[in-house]
């Protein structure tokens, strides 16, 4: 599975973004996929999940600002960003989990100035 995340950028505080994240090589129709992001200096940290048939979580710095999708016709992975923070800056990474094997997208780049 190869995963392609875009849709990163410069955005100002209480602006919005949209990520999205192709899948190929195989469908990931049936996977929970996920967003994670990096702030500078610090660990990767969980953002968003969302099972195959829809149901999603959130990490409690992102609920109610952030939405995560999918659409399964295409393997393709979404997050709605709004109300940005500073301190949503960071590289966001797309994950796949298909038969217990993690994937990874390279990540995009997401600044947000206050």
Do not use: H
Not at 31 to 49: H, Y
Not at 87 to 103: F, K, P, Q, T
């Amino acid at each position: 599975v190869q995963l392609q995340a875009f849709g990163g950028g410069l955005v100002q505080a209480g602006g919005s973004l949209r990520l999205s994240c192709a899948a190929s090589g195989r469908t990931v129709r049936n996977s929970v996929m996920a967003w994670f992001r990096q702030g500078p200096g610090k660990e990767r940290e969980f953002v968003a999940r969302i099972l195959s048939r829809g149901v999603t979580n959130y990490a409690s710095s992102v609920t109610g600002r952030f939405t995560i999708s999918r659409d399964n016709s295409n393997d393709t992975l979404y997050l709605q960003m709004n109300s940005l923070k500073p301190e949503d800056s960071g590289v966001y990474y797309c994950n796949a989990r298909r038969l217990a094997v993690d994937y990874w997208g390279q990540g995009t780049v997401v600044t947000v100035s206050s």
